[in-house]
């Protein structure tokens, strides 16, 4: 049991001083600034069409844009990274011949994304909060849609586990991570898709069939 909470620990140190995270979350706070400056400006970007006089709603709707489209590629491309390779290489040799479980194991490198994509989301949220209360003066701090967007990458990051256990490679696990994260914007505009908290108890069952799987598989050490 210690050597578990130690290497959750050790999992959360790693992903909070691995480059690639500091750039993932570097471009949310990025990109959280940027969202209320482009709903003011863009009237004056797109001047040849009528547009209405931007409102702080429409910051929100910016951020909801760069938070799906460009956020999530990032986030789904680094977990990848991370969890398809700390599942296959010499690192889980090393880590598994120190009597951890193999649940434990993949339990940790998949909670250490989860972690990162809720500081993503919620630092980015509150900036934008912040940024929206300068730009135009007044705003709501609204968190569903951010809360929906988590709930979605539970499932993401889970099917990503699977496909890391299941082919051990990054790109075959990118792109697993990507094409449902595609289905999963296009069945929302669907009027009978299911609330976003499905997502959640899905990801549980797909990380338990993922934990029973890696239970049986042979990890190379390359």
Known sequence: MNSNKVLWFYELRRIASTPSSHIVLGL?????????????FMPDIIQNLPMPEPTWRDSYGQWEKN???????????VSAHGISGGLSGGEA?????????RRAYISSKVFSYYALSVGVVTLGTLIV???????FGEAALLVRRSCEW????????AVITGAAVIWQRM????????AVFLLMQLGAIWESAPPAWASVPLACVVLYAAMRLYDRREIRGD
Do not use: D, E
Not at 129 to 135: D, H, I, K, L, Y
Not at 150 to 157: R, W
């Open 28 to 40: 949310g706070l990025f990109l959280a600034v940027a969202s209320p400056l482009t709903a003011w």
């Open 67 to 77: 938070l799906h489209q460009v956020i999530s590629i990032a986030i789904i491309i």
């Open 93 to 101: 040799v090393l880590v598994l011949s120190r009597n951890v479980s």
């Open 129 to 135: 909060w912040g940024a929206t209360n300068v730009v």
């Open 150 to 157: 988590f709930m979605q990458m539970t499932f993401v990051l």
């Open 171 to 178: 790109v075959a696990a990118a792109g697993v991570g990507c």
